[in-house]
């Protein structure tokens, strides 16, 4: 079992792999939005919708890679049991509120991502005949 660390870790290896499984279908997802645009005559800068599924994808990875869940952190909860089941509340102040700021530069983060993928995907789609 992983320990709780404000700001830091606050899931463990079952919350993790649910973020994984999230990350891939929000992949998914954007896949099949790229292939339905290049399929057919709708306009490219419908692409644009991707930045949500691409928001999605970059949560759920980093999520699991980090081990740190910004809505858990959000609400003052954790949970790093290996098997997801024991969600705890945080109960220092301090701790959730580092917890909280690291939640706010973690959504920053994927958006920054999710929004230079969408540039990326954008640009081949345009590209693309």
Do not use: W
Request: aromatic share 6%; hydrophobic share 45%.
């Amino acid at each position: 079992m992983t320990d709780y660390q404000p700001g830091v870790c606050n899931i463990g290896p079952a919350e993790q792999r649910k973020r994984s499984a999230l990350g891939a279908l929000a992949s998914l997802a954007t896949l099949l939005v790229v292939l339905a645009v290049l399929a057919t005559d709708i306009s490219r800068f419908v692409l644009l919708v991707t930045v949500v599924s691409l928001f999605v994808v970059a949560e759920g990875f980093l999520q699991a890679q980090t081990g740190f869940c910004p809505r858990f952190a959000s609400t003052g909860v954790y949970d790093v049991s290996d098997d997801g089941t024991e969600r705890r509340q945080v109960t220092d102040a301090d701790d959730h509120a580092t917890d909280r700021r690291r939640a706010r530069r973690f959504h920053l983060q994927s958006a920054g991502l999710a929004i230079v993928g969408t540039g990326v995907v954008v640009a081949v789609g345009v590209l693309v005949p």
